[in-house]
């Protein structure tokens, strides 16, 4: 395989690209765009968001300590675009995108409603680098809409119709899986049991959904 080299750069893709909602005061109630964000830890879950400094939002979640990440959807694709490229000193973002304010549970700044996922976090440090900062953050609870559960209260987060952001461009995640965490290593009985038992689950949503 024949390659070209590129001089060092920010070429991990894809990756998230969340509406951050931050402040709780009028006129810094704010939704910024971020793609660069991640799980760093899974007990306690932690999270980060690597800010500008020249962002709005930055001083809000500096000020403030805490800010929400809602998950983006297909249907928010613009949302979240506008929100990355418009500053909030100069706009209202909820109300120009005519986004719903929902209340947090622990966090004073609101959350989307609109959004299916909400998690809500705390800011245990900022670490400084050249171009961005970075807020380390404990996610302290997280909100999913109810459409997304089925009938044994699993989660079905593929129906949600997820994002992701790669080289400057959004795209709309797949609604089925390549495959699900450890299936390179299982035994051949396992994947057609698994296999069947998927078939059946998109027949059931294909016929709930009215596509025979």
Not at 74 to 83: G, N, P, Q, S, V
Not at 163 to 182: C, D, I, M, N, T
Request: net charge positive; proline share 5%; glycine share 8%.
């Amino acid at each position: 395989m024949s390659k070209t080299t590129f001089k060092p750069g920010t070429m991990l893709n894809p990756v998230p690209a969340v509406m951050v909602s931050c402040g709780s005061k009028p006129g810094e109630e704010n939704i910024i765009t971020i793609a660069w964000t991640g799980i760093v830890n899974s007990e306690p879950p932690i999270t980060y968001v690597s800010v500008q400094r020249s962002r709005f939002s930055h001083d809000v979640i500096e000020r403030e300590g805490e800010f929400v990440i809602n998950l983006t959807t297909e249907a928010l694709t613009r949302a979240a675009d506008f929100c990355g490229v418009r500053s909030g000193r100069n706009v209202d973002k909820f109300a120009e995108l005519s986004l719903t304010k929902e209340k947090a549970d622990l966090v004073k700044c609101p959350m989307i409603a609109e959004s299916p996922v909400n998690l809500e976090c705390r800011v245990l440090e900022m670490k400084a680098f050249p171009t961005h900062d970075m807020f380390l953050a404990e996610i302290i609870s997280v909100h999913v809409d109810t459409s997304l559960m089925d009938e044994n209260g699993r989660l079905e987060l593929e129906r949600a119709g997820l994002v992701a952001y790669s080289h400057g461009e959004y795209f709309g995640l797949q609604k089925r899986p390549l495959g699900r965490f450890g299936y390179s290593v299982m035994k051949p009985k396992t994947k057609k049991r698994i296999a069947g038992e998927r078939r059946q689950k998109y027949r059931k949503k294909e016929q709930k959904d009215g596509r025979k």
